[in-house]
């Protein structure tokens, strides 16, 4: 296992931090992702990255481990260890695990043959019982243009 460090960019392109993810290293350039990352947007768990340093993101994508990456944010770390207990039934039974999350984040892997309006009914439920809540993708949209990214079908 190795960690690599990959820039966090806001909406308007700028790098605010870093993240350290957890690789398996592949070839001497590749990097498996064994968890999906919370802050870097556009890959998750199983993706095989390069580092790229002229890269704004730091990486290249060389290949989709099939996973899809979702991010829940909550008002309070009680309301973290609450959505935990909540979320985990239905997010195994969609074949999914939380990867855990920094604080007031929750990061999950879910497999791509899972039912997108079945992961959005049970992430939309448990935003509506849970004022604060909110929950996004980091891998299924364009992080520039915001367009689907289309790449399970």
């Not at 592949?26 to 998750?44: E, F, K, N, T, W």
Request: hydrophobic share 40%; proline share 8%.
């Amino acid at each position: 296992m190795e960690q690599i460090s990959l820039p966090v960019i806001d909406e308007s392109g700028r790098t605010t931090s870093r993240e350290l993810l957890e690789t398996e290293p592949v070839d001497p350039d590749g990097h498996r992702l064994l968890q999906s990352p919370a802050y870097v947007d556009g890959i998750a768990r199983g993706d095989l990255i390069r580092l790229d340093p002229d890269s704004p993101r730091g990486y290249a994508l060389l290949e989709r481990g099939g996973y899809l990456a979702l991010l829940l944010e909550l008002a309070s770390d009680e309301a973290k260890s609450n959505a935990r207990t909540a979320l985990d039934p239905g997010v195994r039974a969609l074949q999914g695990t939380c990867e855990g999350g920094p604080v007031r984040v929750l990061v999950y892997s879910i497999h791509a043959s899972a039912s997108f309006p079945a992961l959005e009914q049970l992430f939309d439920a448990f935003c509506a019982a849970n004022p604060g809540a909110s929950w996004r993708f980091g891998n299924v949209y364009d992080p520039v243009s915001g367009a689907p990214l289309n790449w399970w079908k």
